[in-house]
């Protein structure tokens, strides 16, 4: 099995670098790596392409004028030759065995997805307050599970091989064919930042995977560490916007009925009293939905109007 990591980056020269090094300290190493650049800064951009051009790693460059990660990921996969195709982000440090891993996993032909695991997070956090403001499932608590108000989460503990209907997109690998069967992508509606578009893309693969009985895994071999870099973010207020918008539309799309529409608002009610106790711009909150009021149809259909708050 052929293995291509798909990278998505943008202002981030000193992330790139770091997560390049240890994907070249791997063994084996991935059989091709792909960074997709959105840098508008010709000088950075510059960098970021050296960055691709000095590893001894079968790496390739390539730029997009438009700043979407979702179109990055997308990019980069219709470039890809591997049976197994990583997406990860441009901050994370794999280990020496990662890629190991990862074909020891897909050996097992009723694998489709393997998300991964950060190292720094403590899974065996729970609490009924995230149960009762529709964040967490009781239930599903022992798998990766998608809440009805549409939040990802991990499960209290984790094996080699837990079940989950989704992955996070700093690490998480798929196998392609059935990628191509079910003829799935990023949903390019979700741009910019583009929050929930992992959630979004593993989601529609479980769905998928579920009816043909493909397991879908989170895996401690998988177990990465995921740096949140500080290097380049977007301003808090476009990220709440996007927060509150991204999960109206994939809960309309992926997650119908009134008590995912009710479970959206009690979480989000959540939010806006921690922001406010916490003295953390809880009005963007307000100003979000707001928003949502006036676009309500467009935002459905995946018109964001992203141009009146980015």
Not at 78 to 96: Q, R, S
Not at 121 to 144: A, C, T, W
Not at 244 to 269: A, D, Q, T
Request: charged residues 25%; positive net charge; aromatic residues 14%.
């Amino acid at each position: 099995m052929k293995i291509s990591v798909i990278i998505p980056t943008m202002n981030r020269v000193g992330s790139l670098s770091r997560t390049i090094s240890y994907l070249e300290n791997a063994n084996p190493r991935p059989d091709e790596v792909i960074v997709v650049d959105q840098t508008q800064d010709h000088e950075i951009a510059v960098k970021i392409e050296e960055i691709c051009k000095k590893t001894p790693l079968n790496a390739e460059y390539k730029w997009n004028s438009e700043p979407s990660l979702t179109k990055a990921r997308n990019s980069g996969y219709a470039l890809a030759n591997g049976d197994i195709i990583v997406f990860m982000d441009d901050d994370v440090d794999v280990k020496k065995d990662t890629f190991a891993n990862i074909h020891q996993i897909f050996s097992n032909n009723t694998i489709g997805l393997a998300g991964g695991i950060n190292e720094y997070d403590d899974l065996s956090q729970f609490s009924m307050k995230s149960v009762i403001l529709g964040k967490k499932s009781y239930r599903k608590r022992k798998i990766g599970h998608v809440t009805k108000s549409v939040y990802g989460r991990f499960p209290i503990s984790c094996n080699e091989s837990t079940d989950t209907e989704w992955a996070m997109g700093f690490f998480f690998a798929v196998r392609k064919s059935l990628l191509e069967k079910w003829n799935l992508r990023f949903d390019e509606n979700l741009s910019y930042y583009a929050y929930a578009e992992d959630l979004d893309f593993t989601y529609s693969f479980f769905l998928h995977a579920r009816i043909e009985r493909i397991k879908c895994i989170l895996s401690t071999k998988l177990k990465v560490c995921h740096n949140v870099s500080q290097e380049y973010r977007i301003p808090k207020r476009n990220e709440t916007f996007m927060y509150i918008l991204h999960r109206r539309y994939i809960r309309n799309k992926l997650i119908p009925g009134y008590m995912s529409v009710l479970l959206c608002w009690i979480s989000e009610l959540g939010d806006f009293v921690y922001r406010y106790i916490h003295k953390e711009n809880p009005m963007d909150i307000l100003k979000a939905h707001l928003f949502y009021f006036k676009y309500k149809k467009d935002i459905l259909n995946g018109n964001f109007h992203y141009e009146e708050f980015m």
